[in-house]
């Protein structure tokens, strides 16, 4: 199955909160193992357009929790030692 760019957008957006491609399936009418399929495979563009959609969100929540923790939030302090902890955990893998 061929998926148009406005199909793309809406994975890639449905990505960015985070929904199951099984959420994504239903609400976009495909076939859920399929679509599962795709989003596995790295090389497909459903799967590029999905993971676009969740680390755009991820780097954003990253850049808010970092700035609380700058204006001094003890939990987005916390959360903040817990990304450096784990980013130099996964640096050195």
Do not use: C, H, W
Request: hydrophobic share 40%; no cysteine; net charge negative.
């Amino acid at each position: 199955m061929n998926f148009t760019e406005e199909q793309l957008k809406e994975i890639e957006n449905f990505g960015a909160v985070f929904f199951e491609p099984g959420r994504i399936a239903e609400i976009m009418e495909l076939d859920a193992e399929y679509l599962q399929k795709e989003i596995e495979d790295k090389t497909s563009a459903v799967s590029r357009a999905y993971r676009a959609g969740m680390l755009r969100s991820e780097y954003e929540l990253r850049v808010a929790e970092i700035e609380l923790a700058k204006r001094g939030s003890s939990q987005a302090i916390e959360g903040a030692k817990k990304m450096i902890t784990s980013f130099k955990i996964n640096s050195i893998e």
